[in-house]
Each structure stands twice: as structure tokens, then as C-alpha cells.
């Protein structure tokens, strides 16, 4: 069955640097759209950043251009999400997801990983 397991959170202070790793399991990992989204308190859950294998476009949101970067290492099933120059607002759950762009288009989920950015 399909398994993503995201690992790399933890807590950092602003200014601050984190590497999310993703590890994808029961499906042809080139094959489809996948990446990150977060989800902070009383907040919807949004898109991050996301490789979709079909067109091999690369999408980030806007407060996160510049900062961070996806990246993917298919021999090892693995997404990555490169985070630098963190600030508190990026404080959230971060899920792996196959998909991209929305959570409508995304069919399967990671369990999440807490990044907590505060001095």
C-alpha cells in the first residue's frame, strides 16, 4: 500500500535551517506529482512546494521562495524540503503528500512532522 514517511522535524531557532525528508512507499515514485504542505493552528492546511512529474514543473509558495527547496532522489524514493532562514511563521505541521497545488488534488498523506521555528 501507499506509505510516505516524513522524518526531520524538530525545533529551530529563527534565522534557522531544516531538512525534511520524505520516504515513499507502494507506488512508482516518478510518476506522480508530490511534495509538502503545512498546516499551522486554526489554519487551513496549504501547499509548501511540490515536484509534479507529469509537466516537470516545480511549484513553491510565495512566502517560501527564496528559502526553501524540493528536491528528489529517485533511487531512494525520497523528497526532500531544504528550509532556510526559518521565522516563527513557519511554524507548523508539515505533511508529505502525492499531489500538488491544493489538497483536492492529493489523494495520499504522510503522518506529519512538527517544525516548531522560536527563540
Known amino acids: 500500500q501507499v506509505q510516505l514517511a516524513e522524518s526531520g522535524g524538530g525545533l529551530v531557532q529563527p534565522g534557522g535551517s531544516l531538512r525534511l525528508s520524505c520516504v515513499a512507499s507502494?507506488?512508482?515514485?516518478?510518476?506522480?506529482?508530490i511534495g509538502w504542505f503545512r498546516q499551522a493552528p486554526g489554519k487551513e492546511r496549504e501547499a509548501v512546494s511540490c515536484f509534479d512529474s507529469n509537466d516537470g514543473n516545480t511549484y513553491y509558495a510565495d512566502s517560501v521562495k527564496g528559502r526553501f527547496a524540493i528536491s528528489t532522489d529517485t533511487a531512494k524514493n525520497t523528497v526532500y524540503l531544504q528550509m532556510n532562514r526559518l521565522t516563527p511563521e513557519d511554524t507548523a505541521v508539515y505533511y508529505c503528500a502525492r499531489g500538488c497545488y491544493d489538497s483536492d488534488f492529493v489523494d495520499y498523506w504522510g503522518q506529519g512532522t512538527q517544525v516548531t521555528v522560536s527563540s
Open positions: 507502494g507506488f512508482t515514485f516518478g510518476f506522480y506529482a
